[in-house]
T-cell receptor, first 111, second 115 residues
């Protein structure tokens, strides 16, 4: 069964710092990997989608990488801002074409 | 363009009651999936529908059921509610059922509280 782990569970950084969030998954047979942002009590906002054949994707200050063979992905956030404070979830699409989620990293950016 | 819309946004039900949650996908999207997110956890897959047919089911009891309509909107039904069903229920929309090249877009969720 596919299991997704995110480390750290929580992270607090000062504004302007660059940071990396980690995601690992147990089965490398994935179709793609998606990073989401979730504000408290709200739905999920898709940030980046990486296909299994790709190594990385970039959107603005965000860069996500994928190493399928080792079962790892990272989300790099450059020049963090207080508005980046949220929970970040990674999910892999695998198996019967559904998403398997990690438990998220709760990010706080301190002004 | 409207994103994924879910209704209601909040709901309080009593144990043993039944509930129906609704989802309208992004225009042109034909696949809808449902996820349950318990506080502090990642979402768990419940159902996937494509072209009105069930294409996948997660590890949830038969009290959970769903359907998709000809306009691709969907309903999630939960019978005989338990306290443990309290969660944020999320609907995801995607263009089709292809496992690759299909980004999932989520709605704002329905917060269900069972008392």
């Amino acid at each position: 069964k596919q299991e997704v782990t995110q480390i750290p569970a929580a992270l607090s950084v000062p504004e302007g710092e660059n940071l990396v969030l980690n995601c690992s998954f147990t089965d490398s047979a994935i179709y793609n990997l998606q990073w989401f942002r979730q504000d408290p009590g709200k739905g999920l906002t898709s940030l980046l989608l990486i296909q299994s054949s790709q190594r990385e994707q970039t959107s603005g200050r965000l860069n996500a990488s994928l190493d399928k063979s080792s079962g790892r992905s990272t989300l790099y956030i450059a020049a963090s801002q207080p508005g980046d404070s949220a929970t970040y979830l990674c999910a892999v699409k695998a198996g019967a074409n559904n998403l398997f989620f990690g438990t998220g990293t709760r990010l706080t950016v301190i002004p | 363009d409207a994103g994924v819309t879910q209704s209601p946004t909040h709901l309080i039900k009593t144990r043993g009651q039944q509930v129906t949650l609704r989802c309208s996908p992004i225009s042109g999207h034909k696949s809808v999936s449902w996820y349950q997110q318990v506080l502090g956890q990642g979402p768990q897959f419940i159902f996937q529908y494509y072209e009105k047919e069930e294409r996948g089911r997660g590890n949830f009891p038969d009290r959970f059921s769903a359907r998709q309509f000809p306009n691709y909107s969907s309903e999630l039904n939960v019978n005989a509610l338990l306290l443990g069903d309290s969660a944020l229920y999320l609907c995801a929309s995607s263009l089709d059922w292809s496992p690759t090249n299909t980004e999932a877009f989520f709605g704002q969720g329905t917060r269900l509280t069972v008392v």
